[in-house]
Structure formats: C-alpha cells, structure tokens
C-alpha cells in the first residue's frame, strides 16, 4: 500500500458525459501527479500541481482539468468524454524534492481509477 | 523533449535465472533522475529501484540492480534469482531534476518467469 488513495476504483459513463476523479496524497506529500494509461498510448504524464498550484503540463487535453485543494487532494475532471478517453487514470505523490536527504522526485502511485466510456 | 526506449516487449526466463530489462533514454538536461516501476497484473505501480543521474555508483535493492552508463544514456534493470512474483510489467522512466516534472515513461516489457 502506497498511501496514495484514488476514488472511484471503476467509473461506467457515456460519451459525452463529465466525470470527476479523486486522489489523496500520501500524508505529507505536496506534490500530486495525474497520469492516464490506455493500451495505444501508454503510461502519459497529465498534469502535476504542487501545494494548490498547478507546476507542471503533459499531454493534458482541453477537455480535461485539475485542481489541488488546501487539504492537499486532487481532482481531475474530464469532460465531453469520448469513447479514446477510457483508460486507467493513476494519481501519484511527491515529498518536496527540495528537501534534504529527501527521496527526490520519487513518486509513490495510487491503485488507479478504470474509466470506461461507452 | 526527453523520450524513453524499451527495446524488448517481452521476455522470458525460468525461475532462478538472472534477467536483464534495457533502457535507453535521450535528454539534454545534466540533473535528472531514473526509475524501473513494476506493473503486476493487479495494475498497482510499484517503485523497484531509482537512480540520480549525479552518482556514479549503480544502485542496488536486493535482487535487483542497474547497469548505469551515463555517457551512453543506458539504463538496465538486472533481477537475480527470479521467482514467479516476478512476472509483471516493467517500465522505465525519467524525470529531470527540481521537482517540477511527471515521469517520462518507456513502453514497458513484459516480464514472464517460467516455473
């Protein structure tokens, strides 16, 4: 157990339906990933935010946003939902990087969302 | 842009056997750190064993070690004594240096240990 948490575990919705995905954080950690996993496109970088603010882009769509909350957790939305969009959706965690004798950039993944759009 | 390449999709080997996983990756950035995650079928990743791109040593975890060749851009994954837990999904990824990066991941390489 990573002590990365994802809610929900699986999610059945419709084309062009808006979902929303939750994570919290490892006790601690600032830094929140997304990443999306789809069997054409592998494991892809989403979006990072680090204490509230958004730090770092991937291959995020429009259709698709993030927010960090002050309690640390995250959410990632996705809109207008196609049927390229189903995928398995992992959030991960960071300590500060910049902290001495930290683990730098080690990232510590929850169990994943299954997003099927249908 | 960094890019990550795992040559090998797939490999297999009998219990007990060393295996090798390559990793190749191209950046122009000097501070940047390396990973082997392991994907079982239950989907969880899992952190094998990381590498700061800064030391020269090749880190070690148990059973599983890496060949480091900075210069070469080459970063391979070594299991010694493979068991059948073994079997997994294997990914390579990069990210530079400062905290403010996702991963860069390889394709993956399947992983099968033969009993």
């Known amino acids: 157990d990573s002590g990365v948490t994802q809610t929900p575990k699986h999610l059945i919705t419709a084309t062009g339906q808006r979902v929303t995905l939750r994570c919290s954080p490892r006790s601690g950690d600032l830094s929140v990933y997304w990443y999306q996993q789809s069997l054409d496109q592998g494991l892809q970088f989403l979006i990072q935010y680090y204490n509230g603010e958004e730090r770092a882009k991937g291959n995020i769509l429009e259709r698709f946003s993030a927010q960090q909350f002050p309690d640390l957790h995250s959410e990632l939305n996705l809109s207008s939902l196609e049927l390229g969009d189903s995928a398995l959706y992992f959030c991960?965690?960071?300590?500060?990087?910049?902290?001495?004798?930290?683990?730098?950039?080690?990232?510590?993944f929850g169990p994943g969302t299954r997003l099927t759009v249908l | 842009a960094q890019t990550v390449t795992q040559s090998q999709p797939e490999m297999s080997v009998q219990e007990a056997e060393t295996v090798t996983l390559s990793c190749t990756y191209d950046t122009s950035e000097n501070n940047y750190y390396l990973f082997w995650y392991k994907q079982p079928p239950s989907r969880q990743m899992i952190l094998v064993i990381r590498q700061e791109a800064y030391k020269q040593q090749n880190a070690t975890e148990n059973r599983f070690s890496v060949n480091f060749q900075k210069a070469a851009k080459s970063f391979s994954l070594k299991i010694s004594d493979s068991q059948l837990g073994d079997t997994a999904m294997y990914f390579c990824?990069?990210?530079?240096?400062?905290?403010?990066?996702?991963?860069?991941f390889g394709k993956g390489t399947h992983l099968i240990i033969q009993p």
């Open positions: 990824a990069f990210t530079a240096g400062g905290g403010a990066d996702g991963l860069t």
């Open positions: 991960a965690s960071s300590p500060d990087p910049g902290l001495a004798g930290g683990p730098g950039n080690e990232q510590f």
